[in-house]
């Protein structure tokens, strides 16, 4: 069997098993067992499929075909054209939080004190880190296990970790409670599903990431509560708050913030469902 029919037979396997997206992930998953990348894929078209690459790659077409994540599959994903290793304990990101990223990097000034909470792989901070000229991040997660991947994901990135000025931190503890100082930005994608509405969420959601990064309590607002009652304390005169937020929680949070914050803007991401929230401190 050729390259070429190995990789059509992957596609049929997971567009039968309704994948949308069966020819990437096709030529994804053939790509991460030979350890080259798309271009030289191709260019290996009409090469003979070893039967051990054979057997590998049926096993991992089965696996993405049952409702595994390609993300869990090879370990890696990519945000922000940034290569980023997954865990079981982080939360897969989706597209729709680069838009945070985006967004954030329009608010920051160079030399800029950047503070992200609920950092999980820290692929938010690294990317506000690698793609701005000059800040200094402190990053935080309740997970132990996801602060040893975020460093992990700064040290393949080639980013300094450290305390001092120019570099990125990462702290285990609980939103604020590793903190000190003020920052020029407060950065936040918290868990914003229902308790309730996990069960009802897309299996490969459900089953494949974390609950502790999914669960916003029992309103979703779990989060939001405590971060808008604490991060005025650690936001310098005009910083800006902004946060990812669910499709439908909006007015909600508008209104916990009450008279401590200007709201600046909210922003739709690319489906026309209210994504970003950006406040400023009063």
């Not at 949308?20 to 798309?38: I, P, T």
């Not at 916003?216 to 005025?232: C, I, M, N, P, T």
């Not at 914050?261 to 929230?277: A, G, M, V, W």
Request: aromatic share 6%; hydrophobic share 40%.
């Amino acid at each position: 069997m050729k390259i070429s029919e190995l990789l059509r037979h992957g596609e049929s396997v997971l567009s039968k098993a309704g994948k949308e997206s069966a020819k990437q992930d096709a030529v994804v998953l053939l790509s991460f067992l030979m350890n080259v990348n798309r271009a030289k894929l191709f260019l290996k078209h009409n090469d003979e499929a070893p039967e051990i690459l054979i057997q590998k790659y049926e096993k991992l077409i089965k696996e993405r075909a049952s409702g595994t994540p390609i993300q869990r599959i090879t370990g890696m994903t990519e945000f922000m054209g940034l290569p980023f290793k997954m865990s079981p304990e982080v939360l897969i990101p989706r597209s729709e939080t680069e838009l945070l990223v985006e967004e954030a990097l329009k608010l920051l000034k160079s030399g800029d004190k950047v503070l992200e909470l609920c950092t999980g792989s820290g692929c938010i901070a690294l990317s506000l880190f690698k793609l701005h000229e000059n800040v200094t991040i402190t990053a935080t997660d309740i997970s132990e296990k996801a602060v040893y991947l975020a460093k992990e994901n700064a040290r393949d990135l080639r980013i300094p970790l450290g305390k001092e000025k120019g570099k990125i931190n990462f702290l285990i503890g609980n939103l604020f409670e590793p903190v000190k100082g003020t920052y020029d930005l407060v950065v936040v994608n918290p868990p914003y599903v229902k308790s309730g509405d996990i069960k009802d969420l897309m299996e490969e959601v459900k089953d494949h990431d974390p609950r502790l990064a999914l669960d916003g309590g029992e309103d979703g607002l779990f989060f939001y509560r405590k971060v808008l009652k604490e991060a005025h304390d650690y936001m310098n005169e005009g910083a800006h708050l902004i946060m990812e937020i669910g499709e439908e929680q909006a007015k909600d949070i508008i209104s916990i913030a009450g008279d401590a914050y200007e709201l600046i803007e909210l922003k739709q991401d690319y489906s026309h469902k209210d994504r970003i929230l950006i406040f400023m401190k009063k």
